[in-house]
């Protein structure tokens, strides 16, 4: 099976623009999950869709959104870029209640 | 509210020596607990999960509900064992969410 993919893996922004990043989750997974990786703050939840829903929301900004798509692929997006979204997205599916798998994360850098 | 606490950020150890790294949570309900890895320039993986009870690469993990402790064991390191360690715990109604801990650089010195 194919792993968790992300794209794009690093992407250079400056404030005040908008970006979006894409995850694939593995063939049959239908839980996709979002998490911030900074190192002043870690490993934070953004969010976490299942069959096209949102099911569970982080304590971020209403500046963060995703979506699911029907084949499970999901993005997100942050508007109004500021220059402390500069971090690590990693994305990571799920088998209802089994293992998460992450992705290779993208990073960004917001200038 | 749910957390997980990692008190050490830095580890250090011999290769062949015991090693633990330390995890308290706290959560109300009947908390599932993971051990996540990072090596260095790959992906976060899982190493453990305490429903599964297994022992993966040598490292094992108890849950103590009593101490609401998940602390991680190997009785000889490698230096392969180098890598970050976080610590993550799901709720009951969190569906798929991980709380996760600070982390643990783990360090296994020749």
Redesign the interface.
Known sequence: KA?VTQTPRYLIKTRGQQVTLSCSPISGHR?V?W?QQTPGQ????LF?Y?SETQ??K?NFPGRFSGRQFSNSRSEMNVSTLELGDSALY?C?S?SEGD???????TRLTVL | AQRVTQPEKLLSVFKGAPVELKCNYSYSGSPELFW?VQYSRQ????LL?HISRESIKGFTADLNKGETSFHLKKPFAQEEDSAMY?CALSGET??????????TQLTVNP
């Open positions: 792993g839980s999950s998490y870690g490993l934070q939840f976490e299942f099911r569970n982080g990693l990571a799920s293992t998460q798998y992450f992705g290779p994360g | 996540y992906r976060l993986q899982l999960r976080y969190s569906g798929s969410r991980l709380t996760f801990g600070e982390g």
